[in-house]
């Protein structure tokens, strides 16, 4: 149980293009998902708190009008990386939340690398 | 905000030999501290976990263990084997938000 799928698990973009990025949980209700963003040989750092039905909560530094996200259902979130340059290069994955609050399972995460 | 610190960033060992790797962190609030295996390129796996109200937790060759006096926890693996390679990310929960170290590099020599 509690798995967490991600789309596309990698894409290469044009730099000004945007791309969005789907996390489902497949098998249980996620009313809060979670999403991150990994630099090569770095640690996690939260970027946005998605909560079901409601806007999402931006950590401070991460600009909510580039990182647009969407959490329209139980099982679903999405990550929109807006006009993406190359510097927005890196490794998103979200998480979801089932049952207890607390522990968080990882999508398998999306390279993405802007040109 | 959380603050974890997380030592060491690599630890080499020998197979059959014991790993420790120990966190700090900075906030008395955070009540929730979870560790997390990542192989490269993959996702982040929980391991084990440890809740504020709990001293020491173990499964198998894993165990983990807090401090909440001193704000520090510590992961402990025994008999390690070379599926044991990969990095350990330790993180601490607030709000229900994780803050994570910076990891740690294990390799187990065979």
């Known amino acids: 149980g509690a798995v967490v799928s991600q789309h596309p698990s990698w894409v290469i973009c044009k730099s000004g293009t945007s791309v969005k990025i789907e996390c489902r949980s497949l098998d249980f209700q996620a009313t809060t998902m979670f999403w991150y963003r990994q630099f090569p040989k770095q640690s996690l750092m939260l970027m946005a708190t998605?909560?079901?039905?409601?806007?999402?909560?931006?950590e401070q530094g991460v600009e909510k009008d580039k990182f647009l996200i969407n959490h329209a259902s139980l099982t679903l979130s999405t990550l929109t990386v807006t006009s993406a340059h190359p510097e927005d290069s890196s490794f998103y994955i979200c998480?979801?939340?089932?049952?207890?609050?607390?522990?968080?399972?990882f999508g398998p995460g999306t390279r993405l690398l802007v040109l | 905000g959380e603050n974890v610190e997380q030592h060491p960033s690599t630890l080499s060992v020998q197979e059959g030999d014991s790993a420790v790797i120990k966190c700090t962190y900075s906030d008395s609030a955070s009540n929730y501290f979870p560790w997390y295996k990542q192989e490269l390129g993959k996702r982040p796996q929980l391991i084990i976990d440890?809740?504020?109200?709990?001293g020491e937790k173990k499964d198998q060759r894993i165990a983990v263990t807090l401090n909440k006096t001193a704000k520090h926890f510590s992961l402990h693996i025994t008999e390690t084997q070379p599926e044991d390679s990969a990095v350990y990310f330790c993180a601490a929960s607030k709000d229900y938000k994780l803050s994570f170290g910076a990891g740690t590099t294990v390799t187990v020599r065979a």
């Open positions: 440890i809740r504020s109200n709990v």
């Open positions: 998605s909560n079901e039905g409601s806007k999402a909560t931006y």
């Open positions: 998480s979801a939340t089932s049952g207890s609050l607390e522990t968080q399972y």
